[in-house]
Structure formats: structure tokens, C-alpha cells
């Protein structure tokens, strides 16, 4: 539609040129509330910082002061699954940006980008570091369990499971092991340790009772998981069937020959006179 002007004496008119001045509202740079939107977070080893991801973006806020930092800025791609390196320098975090999940790590402050796979081909879940962040632990849609060796660049498979995703995994403190359950044939789901020192698999616990969420403890004398195998039925009082109640609890593994129970009785004796 056009605006026009008429000369009544010369019955002529012509076009009204309008020009409107935007003060661009809906393209300026502005602080978006992103609370209803963070699906994954980690706090930095040494709290003072945490990392998110929120409407595709890994961004890193203040415990208290400073700023609030977008380290991937790209809003055309979905960048996600942050995880912090122990020595707090890097964030680890999987994008979409090449059209496949591949593996990213970006500097703390944002100033520098490597990425880490190329070889994506389906969905990638999320990555744990070793202790000493020479390597990057994560899992896929194709039920496969890999590490990446950080300063080679290379992606090396562990395992590959026929049945389900391989996304239960612990590393030991001394970055030698990565403990993970994995399902059994028989629906079960046992207890796995991959040794670097050797490349081998070893299965641990025997797949009679459903055994997950491996973690190793802090000085790697135990390996702490979830089993249900407390089977108490109780019977229903109104269709008279049976049913098992609270069968999950927590357990641990003695991981060294020489190391003692931590449950085992303890009994005070007499001392015989000489």
C-alpha cells in the first residue's frame, strides 16, 4: 500500500516516499534467559566456574564475579554434552556443526578451538576424561565404547555391545582402567574392566544378578557399583502376586589381593600372660 498526495487545482498527484527509522530491536546483542533450556552442566575442578549447554551453546558462568562467557557461538549448529578437563584448561563437548556428532574440545576462556573427530556417523553421548586428561572416554548410537588419545588425535574402540548403549563407564584414579557394565545375552548386565596397560577386556562380576553404575573410589582400592540381587518378595494383598521391592544396593569390589575388607568382623581378644 502507498501513500499518495493530490493537487486539487492541477488534479495531479504523486507518491508520498515514507521512510521509517528501526532502532533494530530484534537484532541487537541481549542477555536471553536460558534457565528453562540447560540440558547438561559440570562445575570446574576448582569451582569457581560452571560450564552448561543451553540452546545449542556451551557457556561458562561466574561462581560470583566476572562474566558469563558463549564459547561456541554458533547458532547454526547444536553443540552440547560439556565435560571439563582436570587440569581445568579445556572443555570437551560433541557439535553437529559438520552435519554428524564430532568431538570438540575449546579453551576455558574461548580463545582456542581443536577439534578431536572427524569421523562421525551416528549420535555420540557423553565423554568422561582420565584423571590425568591424556584421554577422553565416550560411547555412541552404534553401542560402541571408545577413547581418544588427546595429543595423537586418535579414536580407539574397546568394546561393542549387541544389545545395548555402552554409556555406564568410570575411570580408575591412575587413568589405567575404565570400568563399564555392558549387556549380557541373557538380559543381564555384568561388570567390564578395560586395562590400557595391555588392551584387554575382563569381565568381573558373573552375570547371574544385574551389576551397573561402576565407580572407582578415590585412592583405587575399590570399585563401588549397583547390583539388585536382595530378592524379597512380597505378596499383594489385593491380585495375590508377588513382587520385589527395593532389590537395588550398593556394593563394592576389593581390588587388590593385599588390601583388607573394609566390612570384615572385627573381634576383641584376651591377651595370654607369659
Same mark, same amino acid.
Given at each position: 500500500?502507498?501513500?499518495?498526495?493530490?493537487?486539487?487545482?492541477?488534479?495531479?498527484?504523486?507518491?508520498?516516499?515514507?521512510?521509517?527509522?528501526?532502532?533494530?530491536?530484534?537484532?541487537?546483542?541481549?542477555?536471553?534467559?536460558?534457565?528453562?533450556?540447560?540440558?547438561?552442566?559440570?562445575?570446574?575442578? %576448582?569451582?569457581?566456574?560452571?560450564?552448561?549447554?543451553?540452546? #545449542?551453546?556451551?557457556?561458562?558462568?561466574?561462581?560470583?564475579?566476572?562474566?558469563?562467557?558463549?564459547?561456541?557461538?554458533?547458532?547454526?549448529?547444536?553443540?552440547?554434552?560439556?565435560?571439563?578437563?582436570?587440569?581445568?584448561?579445556?572443555?570437551?563437548?560433541?557439535?553437529?556443526?559438520?552435519?554428524?556428532?564430532?568431538?570438540?574440545?575449546?579453551?576455558?576462556?574461548?580463545?582456542?578451538?581443536?577439534?578431536?573427530?572427524? %569421523?562421525?556417523?551416528? &549420535?555420540?553421548? #557423553?565423554?568422561?576424561?582420565?584423571?590425568?586428561?591424556?584421554?577422553?572416554?565416550?560411547?555412541?548410537?552404534?553401542?560402541?565404547?571408545?577413547?581418544?588419545?588427546? %595429543?595423537?588425535?586418535?579414536?580407539?574402540?574397546?568394546?561393542?555391545?549387541?544389545?545395548?548403549?555402552?554409556?555406564?563407564?568410570?575411570?580408575?584414579?591412575?587413568? &589405567?582402567?575404565?570400568?563399564?557394565?555392558? &549387556?549380557?545375552?541373557?538380559?543381564?548386565?555384568?561388570?567390564?574392566?578395560?586395562?590400557?596397560?595391555?588392551?584387554?577386556?575382563?569381565?568381573?562380576?558373573?552375570?547371574?544378578?544385574?551389576?551397573?553404575?561402576?565407580?572407582?573410589?578415590? %585412592? #583405587?582400592?575399590?570399585?563401588?557399583?549397583?547390583?539388585?540381587?536382595?530378592?524379597?518378595?512380597?505378596?499383594?494383598?489385593?491380585?495375590?502376586?508377588?513382587?520385589?521391592?527395593?532389590?537395588?544396593?550398593?556394593?563394592?569390589?576389593?581390588?587388590?589381593?593385599?588390601?583388607?575388607?573394609?566390612?570384615?568382623?572385627?573381634?576383641?581378644?584376651?591377651?595370654?600372660?607369659?
Amino acid at each position: 500500500r502507498y501513500v499518495y498526495v493530490l493537487d486539487l487545482p492541477s488534479e495531479e498527484h504523486h507518491k508520498v516516499s515514507v521512510q521509517l527509522t528501526s532502532d533494530y530491536h530484534t537484532v541487537r546483542t541481549e542477555f536471553v534467559k536460558v534457565s528453562d533450556n540447560i540440558h547438561d552442566y559440570e562445575i570446574s575442578p %576448582d569451582g569457581k566456574r560452571a560450564v552448561f549447554s543451553a540452546r #545449542g551453546e556451551v557457556i561458562t558462568v561466574p561462581e560470583k564475579e566476572g562474566n558469563t562467557r558463549n564459547l561456541t557461538n554458533s547458532s547454526g549448529s547444536h553443540n552440547k554434552l560439556p565435560a571439563w578437563s582436570p587440569d581445568g584448561k579445556w572443555i570437551a563437548y560433541i557439535s553437529d556443526e559438520t552435519g554428524e556428532d564430532e568431538l570438540y574440545m575449546v579453551s576455558q576462556d574461548g580463545s582456542e578451538r581443536v577439534g578431536l573427530t572427524t %569421523d562421525g556417523n551416528c &549420535r555420540r553421548f #557423553g565423554m568422561k576424561w582420565s584423571p590425568n586428561g591424556k584421554k577422553l572416554a565416550f560411547s555412541d548410537k552404534n553401542l560402541k565404547l571408545y577413547f581418544i588419545d588427546i %595429543d595423537k588425535k586418535e579414536t580407539v574402540q574397546i568394546d561393542r555391545s549387541d544389545y545395548t548403549e555402552l554409556r555406564d563407564f568410570s575411570w580408575s584414579p591412575d587413568s &589405567r582402567y575404565l570400568a563399564y557394565s555392558k &549387556r549380557l545375552a541373557n538380559g543381564i548386565h555384568a561388570l567390564f574392566v578395560y586395562s590400557f596397560n595391555d588392551d584387554r577386556t575382563r569381565q568381573i562380576t558373573p552375570g547371574y544378578t544385574n551389576d551397573f553404575s561402576p565407580v572407582f573410589d578415590p %585412592d #583405587g582400592k575399590y570399585l563401588y557399583f549397583l547390583s539388585e540381587r536382595n530378592f524379597n518378595p512380597i505378596l499383594s494383598r489385593y491380585d495375590f502376586e508377588f513382587v520385589n521391592n527395593a532389590i537395588t544396593n550398593l556394593y563394592l569390589i576389593i581390588l587388590s589381593a593385599d588390601e583388607k575388607s573394609p566390612f570384615a568382623p572385627e573381634s576383641d581378644e584376651a591377651e595370654i600372660a607369659e
